[in-house]
C-alpha cells in the first residue's frame, strides 16, 4: 500500500532550467511533508519541509508547494545546478500516529551541463 | 552524513547467518528509526525505538528480525537465519523528539549482502 507516490522515475533537465518534482499521496491525514536528497551510496539528506498548515515553504533556490485537495506536492529547484543531480524522495507523516514516514520510491534527477 | 553513524558500511553473510547492524543516533537524539531499501525501491518503514523501548515495530518481518535501543550504546537491528531476500540497504535515522515537526537525519546505511 503505497500512501505516497512519486510517479516520475526519472527526471533530466539543462542546468540554469527549472527542475520541477512531483509527488502524490492518499492518506489525507498527513499533515507535514518533507524532501530527501540522496547521492548513490550515502543516506538521505534533509531537503526542505512543510507543514500542512502551508502551501508554500521556499529555502533558496528551493521552493515545495502543497495543493492539500489535490494531494499533490512539488519541490521546484530554480537554476538548476550539475550538483543537483540525484535521487529526490518525498515523505509524509502524519502527527497522531506517531512518528512513522512514508516515502516514496524516488525521482531519479540529471542535471545537464 | 548529519552524525548518524553506522555500521559496517558493508556487510556479506551467507545463508542462514545472523546480520547484526549498528546505529549510533546524532548526539542530543533519542529516537531511532530503521529504515529499508529493497533495489529499484524507496525507503520502508521498520521499526522506531526510543532508549530501552520499542514505539513502533509495524514495519518489521514478524520472524527473524529484532531491533533494541539499550540504555548504553547504539542501536542494533538483529536478522537472524539470513535469506537471499534479505539483501537490501538499511538505514538508520534519528530525531531529537517526537514534538513538532521534526526532520530525521540518516546515516550512510548498511548495505547488506546475502551469498
Known amino acids: 500500500d503505497q500512501q505516497v507516490k512519486q510517479n516520475s522515475p526519472s527526471l533530466s533537465v539543462q542546468e540554469g532550467r527549472i527542475s520541477i518534482l512531483n509527488c502524490d499521496y492518499t492518506?489525507?491525514?498527513?499533515?507535514?511533508f518533507l524532501w530527501y536528497k540522496k547521492y548513490p551510496a550515502e543516506g538521505p539528506t534533509f531537503l526542505i519541509s512543510i507543514s500542512s498548515i502551508k502551501d508554500k515553504n521556499e529555502d533558496g533556490r528551493f521552493t515545495v508547494f502543497l495543493n492539500k485537495s489535490a494531494k499533490h506536492l512539488s519541490l521546484h529547484i530554480v537554476p538548476s545546478q550539475p550538483g543537483d543531480s540525484a535521487v529526490y524522495f518525498c515523505?509524509?507523516?502524519?502527527?497522531?500516529?506517531?512518528?512513522?514516514?512514508?516515502f516514496g520510491t524516488g525521482t531519479s534527477l540529471t542535471v545537464i551541463p | 552524513n548529519a552524525g548518524v553513524m553506522q555500521n559496517p558500511r558493508h556487510l556479506v553473510r551467507r545463508r542462514g547467518q545472523e546480520a547484526r547492524l549498528r546505529c549510533s543516533p546524532m548526539k542530543g537524539h533519542s529516537h531511532v528509526y530503521w529504515y529499508r531499501q529493497l533495489p529499484e525501491e524507496g525507503l520502508k518503514f521498520m521499526v522506531y525505538l526510543q532508549k530501552e523501548n520499542i514505539i513502533d515495530e509495524s514495519g518489521m518481518p514478524k520472524e527473524r528480525f529484532s531491533a533494541e535501543f539499550p540504555k548504553e550504546g547504539p542501536s542494533i537491528l538483529r536478522i537472524q537465519q539470513v535469506v537471499r531476500g534479505d539483501s537490501a540497504a538499511y538505514f538508520c535515522?534519528?530525531?531529537?523528539?517526537?514534538?513538532?515537526?521534526?526532520?530525521?537525519?540518516f546515516g550512510d546505511g548498511t548495505r547488506l549482502s546475502i551469498l
Open positions: 535515522a534519528s530525531s531529537p523528539s517526537l514534538g513538532g515537526n521534526q526532520p530525521q537525519h
Open positions: 492518506n489525507s491525514m498527513f499533515d507535514y
Open positions: 515523505a509524509a507523516r502524519t502527527s497522531n500516529t506517531g512518528n512513522q514516514f512514508y
